[in-house]
T-cell receptor, first 115, second 117 residues
């Protein structure tokens, strides 16, 4: 069975600094997708970034980038120039292939931004 | 383009009761998924509906059931409520399963917080 592990329950970063959130996963599949979702106090899950396993190039979205290490089954999220609005729960997530029905989420990392 | 809307936002029930949660999918999306998020945990997949039929189910008992309507909106029903059913229930809509990689991104609603006493 596939699993997603986030080993950092909470992290803090100074505003304008860079922070990296860790995630490891376990799967025997070769075709899969990895995601980082943000859940602010409003509770609505927002997709931050997505990585296709078959792509070697790390995905980037503005201040957000990932370090995808397929052999190590590691998928970390780097947030550059942290802003107060980045404060939220961040969930790493996995989906098998492009036709699968479910996403498997980690337990999340709560990110605090210090002014 | 309207997003995913869920109702009610909060509700309180007692053990043994039944509850119905509702979800309207984003315009253009015909697939709806439901997730349960217990306090301090990540969301767990309950089931998915596509073309008004269940299209996959997670590890939840049969007292969790759902419906999808012709307009793609959906209901989650939970019978015989237990204390452990207290959670945030998230609905997410997407384009049909399969297709190109961009077509299957989930759009989430803000959830329904259920408290079972």
């Amino acid at each position: 069975a596939q699993t997603v592990t986030q080993s950092q329950p909470e992290m803090s970063v100074q505003e304008a600094e860079t922070v990296t959130l860790s995630c490891t996963y376990d799967t025997s599949e070769s075709d899969y997708y990895l995601f980082w979702y943000k859940q602010p106090p409003s509770r609505q899950m927002i997709l931050v970034i997505r990585q296709e396993a078959y792509k070697q190039q790390n995905a980037t979205e503005n201040r957000f980038s990932v370090n995808f290490q397929k052999a190590a089954k590691s998928f970390s999220l780097k947030i550059s120039d942290s802003q107060l609005g980045d404060a939220a729960m961040y969930f790493c997530a996995y989906r098998r292939g492009n036709r699968d029905d479910k996403i498997i989420f980690g337990k999340g990392t709560r990110l605090h931004i210090l002014p | 383009e309207t997003g995913v809307t869920q109702s009610p936002t909060h509700l309180i029930k007692t053990r043994g009761q039944q509850v119905t949660l509702r979800c309207s999918s984003q315009s253009g999306h015909n697939t709806v998924s439901w997730y349960q998020q217990a306090l301090g945990q990540g969301p767990q997949f309950i089931f998915q509906y596509y073309r008004e039929e269940e299209n996959g189910r997670g590890n939840f008992p049969p007292r969790f059931s759902g419906l999808q309507f012709p307009n793609y909106s959906s209901e989650l029903n939970v019978n015989a409520l237990e204390l452990d059913d207290s959670a945030l229930y998230l609905c997410a809509s997407s384009s049909p399963p399969g297709g190109d990689s961009g077509a299957n991104v989930l759009t989430f609603g803000a959830g329904s917080r259920l408290t079972v006493l």
